[in-house]
């Protein structure tokens, strides 16, 4: 009988047991101003969870909501020329 065990590595290998690609990275990076922008507003929106929102945490939102608007627009307008690989579309 042939012993297949090291073929079968490749095989079985799990993608999710890897370390981010350089391109990860990089995409990561590209989109972390959006992403701490959204986060802001989450945490902005989790503070009046527990109480009805006076005039200063709508404000709160309201700037937040607008950062994260604006670092979408940013992220759209960096990113309109650059060709990503590995997508569908």
Same mark, same amino acid.
């Given at each position: 009988?042939?012993?297949?065990?090291?073929?079968?590595?490749?095989?079985?290998?799990?993608?999710?047991?890897?370390?981010?690609?350089?391109?990860?990275?990089?995409?990561?990076?590209?989109?972390?101003?959006?992403?701490? %922008?959204?986060?802001?507003? @989450?945490? +902005?929106?989790?503070?009046?969870?527990? *109480?009805? /929102?006076?005039? &200063?945490?709508?404000?709160?939102?309201?700037? %937040?909501?607008?950062?994260? @608007?604006? +670092?979408?627009?940013?992220?759209?307008? *960096?990113? /309109?020329?650059? &060709?990503?690989?590995?997508?569908?579309?």
């Amino acid at each position: 009988m042939k012993h297949i065990g090291a073929a079968q590595v490749v095989v079985t290998t799990n993608v999710f047991d890897r370390e981010p690609t350089l391109a990860e990275l990089d995409a990561i990076e590209l989109e972390s101003p959006l992403i701490l %922008a959204e986060v802001d507003l @989450l945490d +902005a929106q989790i503070m009046t969870l527990d *109480r009805p /929102a006076n005039e &200063v945490d709508a404000r709160r939102i309201r700037r %937040a909501r607008s950062r994260v @608007l604006a +670092a979408r627009r940013d992220l759209v307008n *960096r990113t /309109a020329g650059v &060709v990503l690989s590995g997508g569908a579309a």
